[in-house]
């Protein structure tokens, strides 16, 4: 990532299939970083990990991620529990993000 490029300037796709999703972004085919969740119900999910590649790391990109799985959390009236312990924390320095905590 160059110096010019902010969190804001990569696309954070979404997938689900089976009860398990993701939050990432990408190249090439490539998840170079993601944020994870398993469904426990319809309205449900349990955020269980975050990974970074290096060459994205102490920019922002797992906070983007995050702060795309709260919108979308909140847009989807879906109930999050975190186990990751990025996540974690981050719900703990944020409360403006905790509304969407079960």
């Given at each position: 990532?160059?110096?010019?490029?902010?969190?804001?300037?990569?696309?954070?796709?979404?997938?689900?299939?089976?009860?398990?999703?993701?939050?990432f972004?990408?190249?090439?085919?490539?998840?170079?970083?993601?944020?994870?969740?398993?469904?426990?119900?319809?309205?449900?999910?349990?955020?269980?990990h975050?990974?970074?590649?290096?060459?994205?790391?102490?920019?922002?990109?797992?906070?983007?991620?995050?702060?795309v799985?709260?919108?979308?959390?909140?847009?989807?009236k879906?109930?999050?529990?975190v186990?990751?312990?990025?996540?974690k924390?981050?719900?703990?320095?944020?409360?403006?993000?905790?509304?969407?905590?079960?």
């Amino acid at each position: 990532m160059t110096t010019e490029q902010q969190p804001t300037d990569f696309d954070v796709q979404h997938s689900e299939d089976s009860g398990r999703g993701a939050f990432f972004v990408g190249r090439a085919h490539e998840r170079l970083a993601a944020m994870t969740y398993s469904r426990l119900a319809p309205e449900k999910v349990i955020i269980e990990h975050t990974e970074v590649d290096a060459s994205l790391r102490s920019v922002g990109i797992g906070r983007r991620l995050l702060d795309v799985l709260v919108a979308w959390a909140r847009k989807t009236k879906t109930q999050v529990i975190v186990s990751c312990p990025y996540a974690k924390a981050q719900f703990e320095r944020d409360p403006s993000i905790r509304d969407v905590l079960a």
